[in-house]
């Protein structure tokens, strides 16, 4: 439900109709007759409000990831006692959704519409900031952006595996041996600052992290400077001289 609706509105009632049909019946069962007699309406308000099929589609799309959005802003912690494990839980909230909810989530990963961009780049950026974090107190592995694609693609790699396997051979343990292997390949077992130095890789990635958009003690060209030291340690831990 976006912001233009009311909990009673007919757009809205077409859209939670439109998404109890998806989940129960799968796809084909919305149709727009059938979305209009579960609402309460007549067919042509479908196409009024929605102008197709598709339009009521990514409706149902943007009302998801309202509800996705509202779980993961309720479970963020800007400063957590243990970031692994707010790493943890965030990935799991991610795979039960699209456990739970497979019909939903894969029409919002399908959808294509501003409203759903809009709500999919405000979910990447709490995942940003969960790996931030992670650097910033010295847990990281790997580079930032390598990290959320590990966390990304281990999540839904597991949501869709789960979909594909029968029932009778699904197996939960598959979804603790993925999660516990992303978190192997992007953090630590211990963090970089409370055991021996591995180089100097884990400390630029921390370094960057905590840096603020704005060093007043550096001018715009050192700033820029030392972000690209920093992130050319994070990659391999090594230096050279720029332009070489």
Do not use: C
Not at 123 to 147: F, K, P, Q, T, Y
């Amino acid at each position: 439900m976006t912001t233009r609706d009311t909990a009673d509105s007919p757009r809205s009632r077409i859209v939670e109709a439109a998404v109890e049909l998806l989940e129960s019946g799968g796809p084909d069962a919305v149709s727009t007759r059938a979305v209009a007699a579960a609402a309460g309406l007549q067919p042509p308000a479908i196409y009024r409000l929605f102008g197709d099929k598709d339009g009521l589609l990514e409706a149902v799309a943007e009302h998801g990831y309202a509800q996705f959005l509202e779980s993961k802003r309720a479970q963020l912690d800007p400063a957590p006692e243990d970031p692994v494990e707010e790493l943890r839980r965030g990935w799991d909230m991610v795979v039960e959704f699209g456990v739970s909810r497979p019909e939903l989530f894969a029409v919002m990963n399908r959808a294509t519409g501003r409203e759903a961009d809009v709500a999919h780049h405000a979910g990447l950026e709490i995942l940003h900031g969960r790996v931030r974090r992670l650097a910033a107190s010295g847990w990281l592995r790997v580079d930032e952006e390598l990290a959320a694609q590990i966390i990304q693609a281990t999540g839904q790699g597991a949501v869709i595996t789960w979909q594909a396997t029968p029932a009778e051979r699904r197996d939960p343990a598959l979804l603790t041996v993925l999660r516990e292997s992303m978190i192997a390949a992007v953090t630590r077992a211990e963090p970089a600052f409370s055991a021996a130095e591995s180089g100097p890789a884990p400390a630029a990635r921390a370094l960057r992290a905590a840096l603020p958009d704005k060093v007043d003690v550096l001018s715009e060209a050192e700033q820029g400077l030392l972000r690209e030291w920093l992130t050319r340690l994070a990659a391999d831990g090594r230096v050279t001289e720029v332009g070489q």
